[in-house]
């Protein structure tokens, strides 16, 4: 189990010298490949450690000094973010009747629902745009807005948008800083940046948001 745990932090870690590696063995698989993380990571639940930020950012970085094909590269990213999502999205609509006829339940039942879905649909847009760029909480975002019955048209017109944003963002950011020498020392500091300052934001908000429900009874 450990062995398995720290090959995936050094695969995330050193997401640069991985995909390098696979470009100059495998060529053009290599957008297969990056179709597949991204498609896995948003679309399937239960995986949410796989590399996006940092990713991104690396194939950009190859993009710039010609490894990798920009448009093309882009194009395959935004398609994989836009079905992954689209598939997390049809998994919650799928179960999440079925976990909310539990009325038992002291978290999944018809109230806990209703809060849901009218969250969804009041700020559902804004959260799946914004869930893109924290890592672990895109991968429940869109499966979450599934399960909350967010209206289908309203999530998949921002899983395009939030798809674009993030894709074409990070994917350029490193196209034109990715391959900076202080940019390529510091790079593992970087990607532990990505991953650990959009979560921290997360648990911050969510605090701060649990805080001030509790206070408005009192209010």
């Not at 836009?82 to 976990?99: A, E, S, T």
């Not at 950011?173 to 990715?178: D, K, L, P, T």
């Not at 790079?187 to 429900?213: C, N, Q, V």
């Amino acid at each position: 189990m450990l062995d398995i745990e720290y090959f995936l932090i050094d695969y995330i870690i050193h997401i640069d010298k991985h995909l390098e590696a696979f470009v100059t063995t495998y060529g053009m698989w290599v957008y297969v490949l990056l179709f597949l993380i991204v498609f896995v990571e948003t679309g399937v639940v239960v995986m949410p450690f796989l590399p996006g930020d940092s990713l991104l950012f690396i194939v950009g970085a190859m993009a710039g000094v010609g490894l990798l094909s920009f448009p093309l590269a882009c194009a395959i990213l935004v398609v994989a973010a836009i079905l992954g999502d689209q598939c997390n999205y049809m998994i919650g609509r799928h179960f999440g009747p079925k976990v909310f006829q539990w009325e038992s339940s002291r978290f999944f039942n018809k109230k806990a629902f209703d809060q849901a879905h009218n969250f969804y649909e009041r700020y559902g847009g804004i959260t799946v745009i914004l869930a893109r760029f924290m890592p672990f909480i895109r991968t429940f975002a869109p499966f979450v807005a599934g399960v909350a019955a967010m209206n289908r048209a309203k999530f998949t017109a921002f899983n395009v948008v939030g798809a674009l944003i993030w894709v074409l963002g990070i994917v350029t950011a490193g196209y034109f800083f990715g391959n900076i020498p202080w940019v390529r020392e510091n790079l593992e500091k970087i990607i532990w940046a990505m991953i650990l300052i959009p979560g921290l934001l997360a648990i911050y908000g969510a605090w701060r948001a649990g805080r001030s429900e509790r206070k408005a009874p009192a209010a």
